[in-house]
């Protein structure tokens, strides 16, 4: 079992009331296996349960970041290219994130990464374009 302050792997033949590397209060069970309480769910392994301890690390969703960036370079460069690679991968991270919540963030740079794609297709068929036309 490991520590849920530190991480460390805890010896389970041992009850201690304390984590031997940064002094965590551990609470011993009836069946001699330790347990601690995080706050987190409790998982059951093996002979006893106890409270898990991990938490994952949120990530921002894939296509979060790069959508945000190919819409905000969208509006200087390619702006009807690259906002349709925005919105596509907006849309994609979103998805993620809708999908799997308790994995990915990263929802708000996809809302911002198809309103940037859009307003580059918008900003090269309305203003770009007809420059380039009238010209």
Known sequence: MFCSKCGKQLDETKV????PYCGNRIKA???????????????SYGQGSYAQGAY???KKAPGAV???VYGLVGIFLF???LGIIAI???NSAKKKVREHPELYTGDGMGTAAIV???FDIAFF???ILPVMLSQ
């Open 16 to 19: 201690e009331d304390f984590c």
């Open 29 to 43: 069970t009836a069946g001699m296996t330790q347990s601690y309480s995080t706050g987190f769910t409790s998982a």
């Open 56 to 58: 994952t690390i949120k």
């Open 66 to 68: 790069s959508g945000l």
């Open 79 to 81: 702006g009807i290219v």
């Open 88 to 90: 596509v991968m907006g």
């Open 116 to 118: 940037l794609g859009i």
């Open 125 to 127: 068929l309305f203003v």
